[in-house]
């Protein structure tokens, strides 16, 4: 009865104590204290299974009360006979052997129950055994003891969990209040960005549009100045600040023979250099007015030819701080300046011509008087003629002291002299008289090419001219045309034509006495528009523009008396365009020579 008293006590106190707390600790000393007052204890201790490592087992002490309990002798020796590191079928074997009741030493009485799922406990009392009923009776309330104890384990595991959890969810919480503040200005911040951005983007396209625009329209103008460029017959050449070629057009490489790639970058160098100074003047000009228009020039060809130009010039911005560019129109104006000159020269030649023809005319007789007459008095000193033999001895002279008196006085020389200056005189006036003269009749067909080759002999026997230059020195080039055909034409008088033309080129060639290069003569033929065209060129020493714009004017002459008339251009001019209906023209610059064209028709004009 008693014991089931106890048992109910001890029931009662330890369920207490687990309904109490769920403190491990003051659960377990409770659950302790109840057992060792009830059950007339002097010590008791509680062990706890732990795994030290994975796969090992053992029981070390959890509570003990008293606090010393685990050094007292017979319960030391307890405790150390309990197995400390088992495997877990080890420990399953030994919890098989419980409840154990053991005497360690005589006075000692010692029980150890199995708490299920936490470790043991262990019970000691002095003298007599324990009331093994009672006992196994607290097997049930051991099982909840130990439900306790695991619970209490789990629910500071529990709580530890718990604990880290708050801090973390904590954490966690106001990591994302700041990234909630962050969104939100993140958020606002994009939002101020986006609306700056999209300003920014309709800023950009309406600037985009206005480039695209304005690309479109400068495209256009580009091609509408390109095509401009490709299309106009004028020559243009586009410099840049520096003087240096930007640009030229398809009619530039046509007229002045450069292409792009070779001038590109590059400063030009076809002036003149009688024209150096005036296209200098010409650009300062373009450069201070912003334009120039029609300004009448010279400039060089590739091949050193000189044209008569036209000049036109304008300035244009290039890159902001560069200095201005310019673009220059190049008129090529050589064939209207030849037709100006050659209508300007014929002109000329109506009335020098004319004027020239009739004072042949009146010179003619008096002329012919004056040969006539110094032919007679001759006759009359130096023929032994009866009649002048008896006209000198009614005179009381002999004709031989006479005549010998003449020639110790040398009035046979002068007399000579008067033939000798008569007849070149008369050689004039013939010259002078063929500005009238119409020879129709001795029109004939006849080869070109033939009638030059006997010009060209005629100049290299020609007395007058071997005085003054050796024409063998001269090297002489034919290009001609075979397949020429005859024209109509008074071949005396074209052969005239061309040997003056080549005993000028061998006249001025001598007088070149700087030249380096060795004297030279091009004959070439071949067929133009509706003619035969011959170009007669040297490589002597040129000529200025005043002389080149008087040269076939009657009596225009650079050479000194006695060495030149002027009468061959001018007779050799109105050979050409009035006897034979043709054209002549020249082309020459100061150290560039000289080219003569001439063109006959195929056709004899009537
Ligand atoms: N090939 C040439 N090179 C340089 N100058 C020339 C050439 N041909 C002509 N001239 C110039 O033209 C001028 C006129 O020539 P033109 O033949 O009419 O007369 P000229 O030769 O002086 O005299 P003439 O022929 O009557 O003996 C010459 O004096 C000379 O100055
Ligand atoms: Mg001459």
Redesign the pocket.
């Known amino acids: 009865m008693e014991s089931k008293l106890i048992q109910f006590q001890v029931f009662y106190e330890i369920a207490m104590t687990i309904g109490n707390s769920l403190d491990l600790h003051k659960m377990l000393r409770s659950a302790l204290v109840a057992y060792l007052r009830k059950l007339s204890c002097a010590s008791g201790v509680i062990m706890k299974l732990t795994v030290p490592e994975p796969g090992r087992a053992g029981f070390v002490p959890e509570l003990s009360i008293p606090r010393t309990a685990v050094d007292q002798p017979a319960l030391k020796k307890v405790i150390d006979g309990l197995p400390n590191s088992l495997s877990p079928e080890g420990v399953d074997r030994f919890k098989d052997t419980l409840p154990l009741c053991t005497h360690p030493d005589k006075g000692t009485c010692v029980y150890i129950m199995d708490l299920q799922g936490f470790g043991l406990l262990i019970l000691a009392k002095g003298g007599d055994d324990f009331d093994m009923t009672t006992l196994h009776s607290l097997v049930q309330l051991n099982k909840k003891l130990a439900g306790a104890c695991v619970a209490c384990q789990q629910k500071k595991r529990i709580e530890l969990i718990n604990d880290k959890l708050s801090r973390e969810i904590d954490v966690r919480r106001r990591t994302e209040n700041k990234l909630v503040q962050l969104a939100g200005e993140l958020e606002l911040r994009v939002a101020k960005r986006t609306q700056t951005l999209n300003a920014l983007n309709e800023e950009l396209l309406k600037k985009i549009e206005e480039i695209e625009a304005k690309e479109a329209s400068l495209k256009e103008s580009e091609e509408r100045y390109r095509s401009l460029m490709q299309a106009t017959p004028d020559p243009v050449v586009v410099y840049d600040g520096k003087g240096r070629v930007l640009f030229v057009n398809p009619a530039f490489t046509r007229v002045f023979g450069w292409r792009f790639e070779e001038i590109s970058g590059r400063r030009l160098d076809f002036v003149p250099e009688d024209r150096m100074d005036e296209a200098v003047g010409l650009r300062r000009r373009v450069l201070n007015e912003g334009v120039c228009v029609g300004i009448e020039s010279r400039r060089l060809t590739k091949e050193g030819n000189v044209l008569d130009v036209s000049i036109s010039g304008a300035t244009y911005q290039g890159p902001s701080d560069a200095l201005p560019g310019v673009i220059v129109n190049l008129r090529d104006i050589t064939e209207i300046k030849q037709t100006q000159d050659m209508m300007i020269q014929a002109e000329k030649m109506v009335s020098l011509g004319g004027l020239a023809a009739g004072m042949a005319h009146e010179i003619n007789n008096p002329l012919a008087g004056i040969l006539q007459s110094v032919q007679v008095i001759e006759n009359r000193l130096k023929g032994d003629l009866p009649v002048n033999r008896k006209t000198a001895e009614a005179c009381g002279v002999s004709f031989e002291s006479m005549t010998e008196y003449m020639e110790r006085r040398g009035i046979f020389k002068l007399s000579s002299h008067i033939c000798k200056s008569g007849r070149q005189a008369a050689q004039i006036v013939d010259d002078m008289l063929s500005f009238s003269r119409k020879e129709s009749s001795s029109h004939k067909l006849s080869d070109v090419n033939q009638i030059i080759d006997a010009a060209l002999m005629m100049a290299s026997h020609d007395y007058d001219l071997k005085k003054s230059y050796d024409f063998s020195r001269i090297k002489v080039f034919k290009f001609y045309d075979t397949a020429l055909p005859k024209i109509p034409c008074i071949p005396n008088q074209i052969q005239q034509v061309v040997f003056?033309l080549l005993?000028?080129?061998a006249?001025?060639m001598s007088k070149d006495r700087d030249a380096k290069e060795t004297p030279t003569i091009q004959l070439a033929t071949f067929s133009g528009e509706g003619g035969v065209c011959i170009d007669i060129s040297?490589n002597?020493?040129?000529?200025n523009d005043h002389?080149r714009q008087r040269?076939f004017e009657p009596f225009?002459?650079?050479?000194g008396v006695g060495e030149?008339?002027?009468?061959?251009?001018?007779v050799s001019y109105f050979i050409i365009t009035d006897r034979h209906r043709g054209k002549m023209g020249v082309s020459?610059a100061p150290g560039k020579g000289?080219r003569f064209s001439i063109k006959l028709p195929i056709f004899r004009p009537d």
């Open positions: 003056n005993k000028n080129a006249q001025a040297d002597g020493p040129g000529m002389v040269l225009f002459t650079t050479k030149g008339t002027g009468l061959g251009l001018s020459s000289t």
